[in-house]
């Protein structure tokens, strides 16, 4: 945690020693090669503000070479329509949400029964990634930046997404560069290339797709099941298994949320960790009111939403 903090408060990096580790070293390197030969476009998951500050954590994206830094809002917001869509379009139907791949592949193989229910719609990850390989130039390569180890499965099993890193791997990957004489100034203003969203900077919490879907009118609060945990997840099926009220299981497998410990830096309790995303939402809320770059829902008319997950 200390290593990401010192960013805001010093202007330049100072020089380490290399890594004792071979293997380390060696997985560095060719990560570092992957973002510099390619150009990658950096995907940033909503949940960095726990362990990383704004706009800091642009400014060393790009110093790692990767050509462009967006955030994962605007695919987020994409989604909710999305599945506003799917829950207005079959109001009689329960439905299970796909955004962790985790929660997915417990569903395949746990509650085979109930695979029909996971939404056919692919997570902020992928749709982020085919948005942005369409944006751009040909043979774009997307490197997502996640807490999340399950995401690294799913990028691998899907092909949709060239390279995908923990918050973890990031602080070392940094920490790495900085053994190459490299400094960075991080006393610039820099802001995320490509759309974004407000509303959806709270995605890695609970409740967030829940509340974010525009749900007024075709789901009530007793409709939905939100938990995490697998306990907690096995409870709720059970739950919808026996009440046919129930219409919506918004889950998360670990029981921190997208924000739990084991994958980020931070140690520090759940609650001061998610209001970290809230101030953040909350200081970018004015600030990206009348941005120019503020995501609509037209801008990806022609995006597939298909899941290949499931």
Known sequence: MEITKNFAKKKFFTIIKPTKFLIKTKKMQKLLDFIQKNKAIALLAPSFPVDFEYPDIINILKWLWCEKVVEL??????????????????????????????????????????????????????????????????????????????????????????????????????????????????QKESEFNNFHNNS???????????????????????????????????????????????????????PGWCIWWPWVISKEDKETKAQKIRDYQQKMQVKEQNSPKKGKIEYADWLDYKNTFI
């Open 73 to 186: 809002t605007y695919a987020a917001k994409l989604i909710n329509n999305q599945y506003h869509e799917h829950f207005k379009n079959n109001p009689k139907q329960a439905r299970i949400c796909s955004n962790c791949p985790t929660i997915v592949q417990y569903i395949k193989n746990k509650f085979p029964e109930h695979k029909d229910k996971l939404i056919p719609i692919a997570s902020p990850m992928i749709i982020m990634s085919r948005f942005i390989k369409k944006q751009y130039w040909e043979n774009t390569k997307t490197l997502f930046v996640w807490p999340c180890l399950a995401k690294k499965i799913e990028a691998k099993t899907t092909w949709e997404v060239d390279e995908a890193i923990t918050f973890k791997e990031l602080a070392e990957l940094i920490e790495y560069a900085k053994t190459k004489w490299i400094t960075i100034d991080t």
């Open 200 to 254: 959806t900077k709270i995605y890695p919490l609970d409740w967030a797709v829940a509340q974010t879907i525009n749900r007024k009118d075709i789901l009530t609060d007793d409709q939905i099941i939100i938990t995490d945990g697998i306990p907690q997840i096995n409870e709720a099926i059970k739950k919808m298994e026996s009440d046919t009220n129930i219409k919506f299981l918004d889950l998360l497998s670990c």
